[in-house]
């Protein structure tokens, strides 16, 4: 782990990111370090990737903009309130995702009825339509968005708790993985068990075919994994994890690299 404290100088430029993966650092700025390892750096450390603690006590802007902006810099990760940050930091965070550059928030400190700092991110971001809409456990599938970005390799993740979001459908990168129409019927109807479907079987089947697609809207406000993208190419991405449960870890670290997840490729077809 690399901690940063310099004075050199300098101004946020858009740089066009190396493709050489032994050359990548994710910037965390005002993260809980060990919290954010045990969650998401497993048995290889993230290598060749470099984590690089900033010291967010340091008021110095042109010192952030100077870490920033160095070329080997996937992503920045924030954590906790704003407030907790300098004004100048908001500032130069808020320049570099204006720029075309990828900020994450980890949400794991959120509490299930306090979601102050995030209306408070939000609102600094400009993404009125977000909000926070619980924190349960869902089995989780990724979205078509998230498959252009993060590759095939992984295609759902096992049942885990998580800090969730109500977000927009292009922002969504991880929803819930509903039952099918058969299995919803079955739970709503009842199971036949080869017997013939009576009159109150009908109904109730009626019933519940013509409210599957709201149950699928309904399950779809609760995101652990949200990213939006402003007209400059920048974004912000969600990241509601508690936990690096079954592929979380892998996930994460594609995201914050801008790599594919590694493995055999898996099409997706819907």
């Known amino acids: 782990l690399e901690h940063i404290n310099t004075n050199n100088t300098s101004s946020i430029r858009t740089r066009r990111r190396h493709d050489q993966t032994s050359n990548m650092s994710i910037l965390l700025l005002g993260v809980d370090v060990d919290l954010f390892k045990a969650c998401f750096v497993k048995d290889d450390g993230w290598s060749p990737c470099t984590l690089v603690n900033f010291d967010s006590s ?12 160095k070329p080997d810099i996937r992503s920045v990760v924030i954590q906790g309130s704003l407030d907790e940050l300098q004004e100048s930091h908001r500032t130069t965070l808020k320049e570099y995702y204006n720029s075309g550059g990828l900020v994450a928030y980890f949400g794991i400190s959120m ?22 809409s619980g924190y349960t456990k869902f ?17 759902s993740q096992q ?15 991880m929803v819930p993985k509903n039952m099918s ?52 190419g920048g974004k912000l991405a969600y990241m509601g994890f508690v936990n690096g449960d079954g592929d979380i870890p892998k996930i994460v670290k594609a995201l914050l690299t801008k790599t ?9 077809f819907g």
């Open 58 to 69: 340091d008021n110095n802007k042109e010192q952030l903009s100077d870490a920033i902006g």
């Open 111 to 132: 509490g299930g009825d306090d979601a102050s700092d995030l209306r408070q991110l939000f609102s600094f971001f400009n993404l009125a339509q977000w909000k926070f």
């Open 139 to 155: 089995e989780y599938e990724l979205t078509a968005a998230a498959f252009d970005h993060l590759g095939y390799s992984v295609k």
């Open 159 to 173: 049942y885990t708790k998580s800090n969730l979001l109500s977000v927009p459908v292009q922002d969504r990168w």
């Open 181 to 232: 129409l058969h299995e919803y019927i079955d739970e709503r109807a009842g199971v036949l068990e080869g017997d013939e479907p009576d009159e109150e079987w009908i109904i109730e089947a009626n019933k519940a075919k013509a409210g599957y697609i709201d149950y699928w809207e309904t399950e779809y406000k609760y995101c652990p994994l949200a990213v939006h993208k402003n007209v400059k």
């Open 260 to 268: 594919k997840i590694p493995g055999e490729k898996h099409w997706f």
